[in-house]
């Protein structure tokens, strides 16, 4: 699909883009203006491998009121623009198109305010996920949202893809955290929204900005809800002999009233993957391991996994007996959190984040397996339980163009049989670059035409972090809905 | 400042409630071709219009039926006009609800009709349970839509973790019609708790704002925290008292008894504090969620504020404290609600909502005499005012929709 990126027309010349990076540096501080060759090519990539944009020219403002001078002035110049965070996107999302002036967030790493007694905190954008909760601590207040790059992503990249992880279940998402929103238009004004304006929006605009990947406004603060720190936290660890028996398990549990904090599966291709890379007692001859970690009162939790213990299977379903621990002291979750760094042990690697209905969850894992085998392409799989997403890893070792393109024909075909199980091409990473071209599959022409007039309601002609999302219809890069 | 944006039945010219989508989008592309004004409906428990002129009004009541519903799923689709009741009544017989506990609306209102699931959708309906689980929009997974373009729009997908494309739900979710008909939704479920505890304590208002914010930081899951005043407690037959803070807890039983614990050590050691559960819990909650223990008759107005997000000043409330009104604050379904008798005029409603609640949006649900009307105290320009014009007029460039 990076040949995508080869077809696309040359940006055509516009004097007025000439003159715009030295207005720019001569309205901004000093340094906030990266213009050098050797510089760019940090932004020119992001944490895909969908090949290298072309910036124009990076910026770094400190504030809002500096966003909103670029926004105005790359306006007024007809330059595009791209809002990046930490750049971590798997899809390309940060991959500057168009010869896009890329606005960056590092220098927006504040934390404005910290409410300690109602758990609410103001900050930068540019600030990391995993920085949020080291503030807050100390007050007894975590934030909950845990995408795999949370030590390194950025709070506005979150909001931008309205990120989450495996605590979705029990906490919800970036969207169900967000309290307030400041962001840029493109024409330069501000949007204050939620807890940030004095008067409520009639519509959930919100709600909206969360998750459109940078194609309505530039985010520069948000407001989250907190949560409070647990007081225990306990971990169960179940080996199975078949997937069909660990899905039935977690069905239960899900039936139980009981809401885990994270209840996690893993096949027996991604615990013989992490067992060897992050040892941490995995037995490698399951078929299925499911992880689940139950968080609250002492008392509470003790009853509660004692209660989850008494709904596993006969032990000729199992593989060796269930680990209870308390998760301080457990090792069991190291290798399910060491999965990305286990998989590019391999060399390069696909990985997919698509969702189906729970009850399609089994026969999807399945068909994940058929789908890799036929195109002989290795898998692992690991899973959120509580809401049917599956992240599946495909290997293709060395920057071979050809085992990549037979990677991204498997990842394809698999984000294509979701659709067809009534399920999503992306439940955590977003659509960006990489899976824009199948948005056509999940949606309709018309859906996808009011999608599209109510991005160029905020940003008209799309030159918002151009190229991404929305397939352009009839465009030259686009493909039809399969 | 008051604008009545008043509909009589008699500005109704006239009406229509297909029961295929495809006829709704014929009607609506005649009414657009003779630029008539349309008006949404679904059950017709409200009325509600922006509009002086006359308008058409088109009706979701009879496009029903659930569309799919399998319990390991955890979400349900149903057509918009599919009853409420119906709806809950499938998930109880499967241990499953709505999350969120949507109001019936036909107590405060005095009207009749039949409340809808399209309908708890377009007005983010939410009740008590809003507490722990959010507002109604944040449990839509899809819904499809019948815009002013007479296209028919599916926003978002039927599954419970999606981030493809640009969310349209969050938009569609409380925009009261403004965007199109909608005739599909897509609502994730959730099991029924074993077992559900009811405190009642005797105390303040502000005790309430209190309690929850701290229970909150404790991380005890409180699913209702609803404060109703005195002069209601006794009409209801609870005794004489200044009001009374109603707090829920629910989940496994061990989980509640943990929670009780924790609130109780909370609470001053003198709270007068006392304690249901089961049928009676639920009894009382549905009275809260609904509004219904307050003696709302024929004569009265009844007002009602929206509050925002938590973290909204928590002390909004002392004005309301001090007047000698029916009214409950429901910190879940995120409004406080009044009944002014027919002496009480809304000039003095809205100064004392000025001065207590001044990030919220009042709004006279019902007038006095019963005739229903609806009235919105008209809001200061705001800098996304134009931003929300050309998103409504994405939709609906033609402004068909009323």
Not at chain 1, 5 to 31: F, I, K
Not at chain 2, 166 to 187: H, Y
């Amino acid at each position: 699909m990076f040949l995508a990126l080869l077809r696309r027309p040359a940006p055509t010349p516009v004097p007025a883009r000439c003159g715009v990076v030295e207005r720019l540096t001569e309205a901004l501080p000093q340094g906030a203006v990266i213009r050098s060759a050797h510089s760019l090519t940090t932004y020119e990539r992001d944490g895909s491998l969908e090949g290298t944009g072309d910036p124009l020219a990076v910026v770094l403002p400190e504030n809002t009121d500096q966003v909103q001078t670029v926004m105005r002035m790359a306006a007024q110049a007809g330059v595009p623009v791209m809002p990046r965070g930490a750049g971590t996107s798997r899809c390309g999302g940060a991959i500057p198109l168009d010869a896009s002036l890329v606005i960056g967030t590092s220098r927006m790493k504040q934390v404005l305010a910290f409410d300690s007694e109602r758990g609410l905190i103001r900050v930068q954008a540019g600030i990391a996920n995993l920085a949020v909760s080291a503030h807050t601590q100390a007050s007894g207040w975590c934030y909950s949202p845990d995408p795999s790059s949370r030590r390194t992503c950025s709070i506005g990249g979150n909001v931008g893809s309205n990120a989450s992880g495996a605590c979705a279940l029990r906490h919800g998402r970036t969207s169900d955290k967000l309290r307030g929103l400041t962001a840029v238009r493109r024409d330069g004004s501000r949007l204050d929204l939620g807890l940030h304006s004095a008067v409520p929006a009639q519509l959930d605009l919100m709600g909206l900005l969360c998750g459109s990947e940078g194609q309505l406004a530039f985010i520069t603060e948000v407001t989250l809800a907190l949560d409070p720190l647990p007081e225990c936290s306990w971990t169960l660890a179940a080996h199975f002999r078949s997937p069909t028996a660990a899905v039935a398990f977690a069905e239960r549990v899900l039936h139980s009233g009981w809401t885990p904090h994270r209840i996690e599966f893993m096949d027996l291709h991604a615990i013989r993957l992490t067992e060897r890379v992050a040892p941490c007692g995995y037995d490698v001859a399951a078929q299925a391991l499911v992880l689940l970690e139950l968080q609250g009162f002492d008392e509470e939790v003790r009853a509660g996994i004692d209660l989850l213990r008494q709904l596993l299977p006969d032990p000729a379903d199992l593989v060796g007996q269930a680990r209870v621990e308390a998760s301080q002291s457990s090792s069991m979750w190291q290798g399910r959190e060491a999965i990305y760094r286990a998989a590019s042990t391999l060399g390069a690697f696909e990985a997919l984040d698509v969702n189906v209905p729970l009850g399609r969850f089994e026969a999807m894992l399945q068909r994940v397996g058929e789908i890799a085998e036929a195109c002989g392409v290795a898998h692992a799989t690991v899973a959120h339980m509580g809401d049917g997403t599956l992240h599946t890893f495909l290997p293709y070792g060395a920057m071979d163009a050809a085992a990549r393109s037979r990677v991204m024909a498997c990842a394809d075909e698999v984000r294509l049989a979701c659709v067809a199980e009534g399920g999503s091409i992306s439940a955590e990473y977003g659509v960006g670059l990489s899976r824009r071209d199948l948005l056509g599959a999940q949606y309709a022409a018309t859906d996808l035409d009011q999608q599209r007039r109510v991005r160029d309601a905020f940003a008209p002609g799309g030159e918002l972090n151009p190229g991404k999302v929305i397939p352009q219809r009839n465009g030259e890069w686009g493909r039809p809905p399969q | 400042m008051i604008y009545y944006d008043a509909l009589t039945e008699s500005s109704v010219v006239s009406s229509f409630a297909p029961d295929r989508e495809e006829d709704a989008a014929e009607w609506l592309r005649s009414a657009r071709s003779r630029r008539a004004r349309v008006r949404l409906c679904g059950g017709d428990t409200r009325r509600r219009s922006r509009a002086e002129d006359p308008v058409h009004t088109l009706s979701s009541r009879n496009l029903c039926g659930v569309l799919r519903y399998e319990p390991r799923d955890r979400l349900i689709v149903a057509r918009a006009g599919t009853p409420l009741a119906v709806v809950e009544q499938l998930l109880a017989r499967n241990g499953q609800r709505l999350p969120f506990e949507p109001a019936d609306p036909r107590h405060l209102l005095g009207r009749p009709g039949t409340p809808t699931i399209g309908a708890v959708a377009a007005a983010n309906v939410t009740g008590p349970r809003g507490l722990e689980a959010g507002e109604a929009r944040a449990h839509l997974l899809a819904a499809r839509l019948l815009n002013g373009r007479i296209e028919s729009v599916r926003c978002g997908t039927a599954t419970l973790k999606d981030v493809a494309g640009v969310d349209l739900t969050r938009l569609v979710a409380g925009s009261l019609g403004r965007l199109g008909l909608i005739t599909e939704v897509a609502f994730r479920v959730v099991s029924i708790p074993e077992h559900e505890l009811t405190l009642r304590i005797a105390a303040p208002a502000r005790d309430l704002l209190r309690w929850s914010a701290q229970a909150r930081a404790r991380g005890i899951r409180l699913t209702g925290g609803v404060w109703l005043c005195g002069a209601s407690m006794l009409e209801a037959g609870y005794g004489r008292c200044c009001g009374s803070a109603f707090l829920r807890l629910e989940g496994p039983h061990a989980m509640v008894t943990a929670h009780r614990r924790r609130m109780l050590d909370l609470l001053p050691t003198d709270a007068d504090v006392e304690e249901c559960s089961g049928p009676t819990s639920a009894a009382i909650w549905t009275r809260l969620r609904d509004g219904s223990f307050l003696p709302a008759v024929e004569a009265d107005d009844v007002w009602e504020w929206r509050l925002g997000a938590e973290g909204e000043a928590l002390d909004p409330v002392r004005p309301f404290d001090e007047i000698g009104l029916n009214w409950q604050l429901d910190l879940g379904g995120r409004r406080l609600l009044c009944v002014a008798g027919a002496g009480v005029r809304s000039e003095q409603l809205t100064q004392l909502a000025s001065a207590g609640l001044p990030q919220c949006r009042p709004a006279l649900l019902r007038g006095s005499g019963g005739s229903v009307r609806a009235h919105r105290m008209s809001r200061p320009g705001t800098s996304f005012q134009p931003l929300e014009r050309a998103v409504m007029a994405s939709f609906d460039p033609d402004h068909v929709l009323a």
